[in-house]
């Protein structure tokens, strides 16, 4: 079992910068995958970033250029900075992981947090 619990979404305007968090606990955390996504009412939801073995991360080509996703393995807590905020970034945004890599990639990964809301205004 994975618990995933995200904090720091919240109101901003365009071009401004938000960091969301998300703590992970269970108990074999160092063989899982995990990555970030995003959902607008209505619309499919989104794989904005994914950590990949090697160290690197995948970011969504929406996204890349402007977010930097980290994971602190200290405090088990995964960081997903945002910056030059977009009104398209408002969405629910998720942490997820799974020991599968590929249905991280495909974006059915077993473990959800409860997700944080991002407001960007224009």
């Known amino acids: 079992q994975v618990q995933l619990m995200e904090s720091g979404g919240g109101s901003e305007q365009a071009g401004g910068s938000l960091r969301l968090s998300c703590l992970a606990s269970?108990?074999?955390?160092?063989?899982?995958?995990f990555g970030w996504f995003r959902q607008v009412p209505g619309k499919e939801r989104e794989g904005v970033a994914r950590?990949?073995?090697?160290?690197?991360?995948w970011y969504a080509e929406s996204v890349e250029g402007r977010i930097t996703s980290s994971v602190d393995t200290a405090k088990n807590t995964l960081y997903h900075q945002m910056d030059s905020l977009k009104p398209e970034d408002s969405a629910m945004y998720y942490c997820?992981?799974?020991?599968?890599?590929?249905?991280?990639?495909?974006?059915?990964?077993?473990?959800w947090g409860q997700g944080t809301q991002v407001t960007v205004s224009s």
């Open positions: 997820a992981a799974d020991r599968q890599w590929w249905l991280l990639v495909q974006g059915h990964p077993q473990y």
């Open positions: 950590f990949l073995d090697n160290g690197d991360t």
């Open positions: 269970g108990k074999t955390l160092g063989d899982t995958y």
